[in-house]
């Protein structure tokens, strides 16, 4: 193998050492970056299409050029500027093997202006690049961190902030409203995103993320830093208000007054940070309801009705906390929305009482009309908590005749009364559905209840074509999503189309099966527990229901009515 033919530049190691020391980078990576600029000027002299490698020793900076030809087995070869076939390569160098390189000396390249001018481009741009990767490796696992920095200079109104070797961007919707900075001005601020881009590292910073506000707490509060004290949420409408909510994991420790410091001297120290913005220190419960009572501080409430799968709360204060609950424009119960994430519906004592009256009057008035009882009998079943005529249907017979007054004889006749409805309403649904025109083909694709095929023939979907027509979205709209949800409307309309004829043959059972698993209870609930009600025993069920329709002495009629004979109508509150 011939040797590469090198030459001493001992000046271009002064000038990696200088490069790296200014840059703050290896010596190694300037070197690489001088070596690439070097192989693109021998590829611009011998041939673009050449594979020309330079190499800078590390000691005595000798540079060397060669070129490099791979040997491949293939002849005639693909590329004939950079691989040579074994035959003519084992000519050359006896012994060789398919995969080495023969190895070309190539003679010093005399850097001319522009090779020169192209050379130190090539080494600015491959130091750049080298600068910042590792910028972003520093501050990639930086997010989360307060940092302070300089304001270099402001680009529409967002801040280019200096961060020693690094830039970073505060964007003027970040910034606490009505503060300003000038050039040269320190800021503090919340790193909360770093990406690597084309243009460079882009590291974004932020004095209004909640996770802002936690920090400076964690800087001044020694409990926080140290984990006795743990921020479990943080809600902030920047520059105006906040809540924050910590718990203490040492029970001899208060947290909310290890934040607020002595004579406020902690919290002060944050809100003057935040140009004022006031804060509201609470204490952290795992019981819900009670987080979110602490939460709408300092408005008392006196009821608070969860629910959890909705991420919905009812809470309930007096007349004369109704605007301090709410707070101005609103901030207090959006922050404490915030912070306990449930949507948060505030109601005063005489709006509850009124609703509760109302609602109980209306469910009242079902039973009274769809049951065939008095005012008695329908106001123990709303204070046990029955909504509907289903909910009768669906409760067994040993529930139902535990409610006070009740026995099994006059369970018997309410859940045959209730059948005998729900069939009277079936009948009445499938007479409409009939006079709108609906096609039973249109019942039987979809499993649809009588009530649904009434929608549907009202909107105009009558045959198999009208609701093929239908997308999955639309299908929902019509029924409500609480009848039905998208994935089933699809797999409706699939079979729709399947039997209208769009398709061939295609197999559609698991689409059928998944539309017909997807409806509610309504319309259905006729069929079941319609065996056993009906047949002996009725004349005395009768009986039994009159005579307790006639013991007023068991709950007074005026308190049903009122709500207030047996608590609250509500559905949890049934047994």
């Not at 190895?103 to 080298?130: C, H, M, N, S, W």
């Not at 920047?238 to 007054?257: E, F, H, L």
């Not at 009208?466 to 639309?474: F, I, N, T, V």
């Not at 007074?556 to 509150?573: M, V, W």
């Amino acid at each position: 193998m011939a040797m590469d033919v090198a030459i001493a530049r001992p000046e271009l190691l002064l000038v990696a050492d200088a490069v790296a020391r200014e840059k703050m980078i290896e010596r190694d990576e300037v070197l690489e970056a001088m070596e690439q600029a070097i192989q693109k000027a021998g590829r611009a002299k011998y041939g673009h299409e050449k594979d020309i490698r330079a190499v800078i020793d590390r000691k005595s900076g000798e540079v060397k050029l060669s070129r490099w030809t791979e040997v491949v087995d293939a002849e005639p070869v693909e590329n004939e500027a950079t691989q040579l076939s074994l035959r003519i390569a084992q000519k050359i160098k006896p012994g060789i093997k398919t995969g080495e390189f023969i190895i070309d000396p190539l003679p010093p390249i005399d850097f001319g202006r522009i090779a020169a001018q192209t050379a130190k481009q090539v080494i600015v741009q491959r130091v750049r690049e080298v600068e910042r990767n590792k910028q972003y490796l520093e501050y990639k696992d930086r997010v989360g961190e307060v940092i302070n920095g300089v304001v270099k200079r402001t680009e529409y109104g967002n801040l280019m902030v200096e961060l020693g070797k690094a830039e970073a961007l505060l964007r003027r919707d970040e910034t606490i409203p009505r503060e300003a900075f000038r050039n040269g001005d320190r800021v503090r601020a919340y790193i909360y995103d770093v990406r690597e881009e084309p243009r460079g590292p882009q590291i974004f910073l932020s004095r209004t993320h909640p996770g802002f506000l936690a920090k400076l707490f964690a800087q001044e509060v020694p409990e926080i830093y140290d984990g006795i004290i743990e921020i479990k949420a943080v809600a902030r409408d920047p520059g105006s208000r906040a809540k924050m909510a910590v718990i203490s994991r040492d029970s001899s420790i208060d947290p909310v007054g290890a934040c607020v410091g002595m004579r406020g001297s902690r919290v002060q120290a944050v809100v003057q940070e935040l140009q004022g913005e006031k804060i509201d220190i609470i204490p952290w419960s795992p019981d819900q309801a009670t987080f979110i009572v602490n939460a709408l501080a300092p408005a008392e409430v006196t009821k608070v009705v969860l629910d959890d799968d909705a991420r919905r709360v009812e809470v309930v204060v007096p007349d004369d906390q109704l605007s301090l609950a709410i707070g101005r424009r609103g901030q207090n119960v959006r922050l404490a929305s915030q912070l306990t994430r449930y949507d948060v519906d505030i109601l005063t004592e005489a709006e509850e009482s009124e609703r509760r009256q109302e609602d109980f009057r209306k469910r009242s008035g079902l039973f009274v009309e769809g049951l065939d009882v008095d005012d008695v009998i329908a106001g123990l079943l709303v204070t046990e908590g029955f909504g509907s005529i289903e909910d009768i249907i669906n409760v067994d017979d040993e529930e139902l005749a535990e409610i006070e007054g009740f026995d099994e004889n006059v369970a018997t006749e309410l859940k045959r009364r209730a059948q005998a409805f729900l069939d009277k309403r079936e009948g009445e649904m499938d007479d409409k559905r009939r006079e709108l025109g609906v096609e039973d083909a249109v019942a039987e694709v979809g499993g649809f209840s009588p009530a649904m095929l009434v929608a549907l023939g009202e909107k105009g979907v009558k045959s198999l074509e009208d609701l093929a027509d239908l997308a999955g979205d639309e299908l929902v709209e019509i029924l409500g999503s609480d009848a039905v949800d998208e994935d089933t409307a699809n797999a409706v309309i699939l079979a729709a189309r399947q039997s209208a004829g769009w398709f061939g043959d295609e197999d559609v059972v698991g689409a059928l099966a998944a539309a017909q698993d997807g409806y509610d209870e309504d319309g259905e609930a006729a069929a079941d527990d319609a065996e056993g009600t009906e047949g002996e025993g009725d004349e005395d069920a009768a009986e039994s229901l009159g005579e307790a329709e006639g013991e007023s002495g068991e709950v007074e009629s005026g308190e049903a009515e009122s709500g207030e004979a047996g608590g609250e109508p509500d559905d949890a509150a049934r047994t």
